[in-house]
């Protein structure tokens, strides 16, 4: 049994900086790779970042790249979501996600596994 925890989110004013972190448990951690999306209110989830099984490649939306920066600690089952930079549309709940699928990064049909996400809001 796959469980992933989300932690971080919170309210900030817009320009500043949250980082968000989801633990995994029941899963070879390292194995898998990570994605965070984000879902604000009335819209579909979206991509926002995603990190493969070494941490050596890392891919992001148009809209947050040069302000989000994923990792990850395998040794603590851990992704991390630096956000900077934060803008009023950045204000969604967040999700962290393990990768169980082949195909492209950007699906979420290709995650089987979810968090259950934690709030950012992005005061202007």
């Known amino acids: 049994q796959v469980q992933l925890v989300e932690s971080g989110g919170g309210l900030v004013q817009a320009g500043g900086s949250l980082r968000l972190s989801c633990v995994a448990s029941?899963?070879?951690?390292?194995?898998?790779?990570m994605g965070w999306f984000r879902q604000a209110p009335e819209k579909e989830r979206e991509f926002v970042a995603a990190?493969?099984?070494?941490?050596?490649?890392?891919n992001y939306a148009d809209s947050v790249k040069g302000r989000f920066t994923i990792s990850r600690a395998n040794a603590k089952n851990t992704v991390y979501l630096q956000m900077t930079s934060l803008k009023s549309e950045d204000t969604a709940v967040y999700y962290c996600?393990?990768?169980?699928?082949?195909?492209?990064?950007?699906?979420?049909?290709?995650?089987?596994?979810w968090g259950q996400g934690t709030q950012v809001t992005v005061s202007s």
């Open positions: 029941g899963r070879t951690f390292s194995t898998y790779t």
């Open positions: 990190i493969n099984r070494s941490g050596g490649i890392t």
């Open positions: 996600a393990m990768k169980t699928r082949s195909g492209g990064y950007g699906y979420p049909r290709l995650y089987d596994y």
